[in-house]
């Protein structure tokens, strides 16, 4: 999928941002084309992802209003542990698998993980591994949120607040 200068895009790792443009880096003695996005809510303020490997890296558009009104979903939903089946499993297999939902770039999962894990920080406190992830994946929604509605990320921040409750 060709992306445009301006538009709105999700990388699976470092969350919502803009094409800010598209250049051309010569490296090893190959040029490459590289979208180069502003990443907002990430560490680094840009990132840069080759044209040529946009889609095996997951590179997408921002979710439809459709998948954003099922993220909603599930943060108001009730029951709230979605992976019931790891609780009994060890910490570490447990954090891979949730990590690994988060990575996958598919907001549906991020959203379950973290309302799994929002769930669990009001029964008792989360590591520090944990607090982590929840808060990467609250990240990720609160970006997904702000860029498919167009609303300031304060905004997303309270619906998602109002939506956990």
């Given at each position: 999928?060709?992306?445009?200068?301006?538009?709105?895009?999700?990388?699976?790792?470092?969350?919502?941002?803009?094409?800010?443009?598209?250049?051309?880096?010569?490296?090893?003695?190959?040029?490459?084309?590289?979208?180069?996005?502003?990443?907002?809510?990430?560490?680094?303020?840009?990132?840069?992802?080759?044209?040529?490997?946009?889609?095996?890296?997951?590179?997408?558009?921002?979710?439809?209003?459709?998948?954003?009104?099922?993220?909603?979903?599930?943060?108001?939903?009730?029951?709230?542990?979605?992976?019931?089946?790891?609780?009994?499993?060890?910490?570490?297999?447990?954090?891979?698998?949730?990590?690994?939902?988060?990575?996958?770039?598919?907001?549906?999962?991020?959203?379950?993980?973290?309302?799994?894990?929002?769930?669990?920080?009001?029964?008792?406190?989360?590591?520090?591994?944990?607090?982590?992830?929840?808060?990467?994946?609250?990240?990720?929604?609160?970006g997904e949120l702000s860029y498919a509605r167009n609303i300031s990320f304060e905004k997303a921040q309270e619906?998602?607040?109002?939506?956990?409750?």
């Open positions: 999928m060709a992306f445009r200068v301006g538009e709105k895009v999700v990388h699976p790792a470092h969350g919502v941002g803009v094409v800010r443009e598209i250049t051309i880096q010569r490296v090893l003695g190959h040029e490459t084309q590289y979208y180069v996005i502003e990443t907002p809510l990430n560490e680094l303020d840009r990132v840069m992802v080759p044209v040529a490997n946009a889609d095996t890296l997951g590179l997408r558009k921002v979710a439809s209003e459709e998948i954003i009104d099922q993220m909603l979903k599930i943060l108001r939903d009730r029951h709230g542990n979605y992976f019931e089946i790891l609780e009994d499993e060890s910490f570490h297999r447990r954090h891979k698998e949730y990590l690994d939902k988060v990575q996958s770039g598919n907001i549906l999962e991020v959203a379950k993980v973290y309302k799994t894990l929002y769930e669990r920080s009001r029964e008792r406190d989360l590591g520090l591994k944990e607090k982590f992830l929840m808060e990467r994946a609250e990240k990720m929604i609160m619906v998602i607040e109002n939506g956990r409750a």
